[in-house]
């Protein structure tokens, strides 16, 4: 089972549109997580941390399942200049070549 | 701030020739980390320097692939002698604390490497 895994894509959606979108990790010790954008052929930035109670930036929500370990973003109101590549990023100490690693990422197309 | 900065933003070379990539992190950032991206296998780490010294390089691939850091302000990543399976975006991020567990990293803008 891969660490952190995430449905690659495409989700096309119409602008104005809600989207959601899970990742789910194999490591239950896990401690940290985060929601990564990335635009193409550039690099990835932080879009926003998760926390165990769940938080809201705007117009995006994310939100954290430890019993069943999956986070989830959900993006409402959907704008044209969210299409991106979107990376689930979980991260944990003790062991193990990366503190933080990063899953494959989520594709989204937002459709005018 | 002027965030991670790399260089060069492109690379051609032959096979076999001696690639340096550089990098410089964010001021105070004490954790350095080396990542190569590729379509195929995504964000991988190859090595990862804190307080400017290398704690793991379990993800180098191989002896070509040797990193660097000699100074809290620079880092270098060399590939000697290049492969055309090298071909990829190579990305230096940097972060607070151990590993950046709780602050997450910053990404440079990074390099693309072409081996032909």
């Known amino acids: 089972r891969k660490e952190v895994e995430q449905d690659p894509g495409p989700f096309n959606v119409p602008e104005g549109a809600t989207v959601a979108f899970n990742c789910t990790y194999s490591?239950?010790?896990?401690?940290?997580f985060f929601w990564y954008r990335q635009d193409c052929r550039k690099e990835p930035k932080l879009l926003m941390s998760?926390?165990?109670s769940g938080n809201e930036d705007g117009r995006f929500t994310a939100q954290l399942n430890r019993a069943s370990q999956y986070i989830s973003l959900l993006i409402r109101d959907s704008k044209l200049s969210d299409s991106a590549t979107y990376l689930c990023?979980?991260?944990?100490?003790?062991?193990?070549?990366?503190?933080?690693?990063f899953g494959k990422g989520t594709h989204l197309i937002i459709q005018p | 701030d002027a965030g991670v900065i790399q260089s060069p933003r492109h690379e051609v070379t032959e096979m076999g020739q001696e690639v340096t990539l550089r990098c410089k992190p964010i001021?105070?950032?004490?954790?350095l980390f080396w990542y190569r991206q590729t379509m195929m296998r995504g964000l991988e780490l190859l090595i990862y320097?804190?307080?400017?010294?290398?704690?793991?390089d379990s993800g180098m691939p191989e002896d070509r692939f040797s990193a660097k850091m000699p100074n809290a302000s620079f880092s270098t990543l060399k590939i000697q002698p290049s492969e055309p399976r090298d071909s990829a975006v190579y990305f230096c991020?940097?972060?607070?604390?151990?590993?950046?567990?709780?602050?997450?990293?910053?990404f440079g803008s990074g390099t693309r490497l072409t081996v032909v």
């Open positions: 991020a940097s972060s607070l604390g151990d590993r950046g567990l709780g602050y997450g990293y910053t």
């Open positions: 320097f804190n307080n400017n010294v290398p704690i793991d």
């Open positions: 990023v979980v991260g944990h100490s003790g062991g193990g070549a990366d503190g933080l690693t």
């Open positions: 998760v926390y165990s």
């Open positions: 490591n239950s010790a896990s401690q940290s």
């Open positions: 001021s105070g950032h004490n954790s």
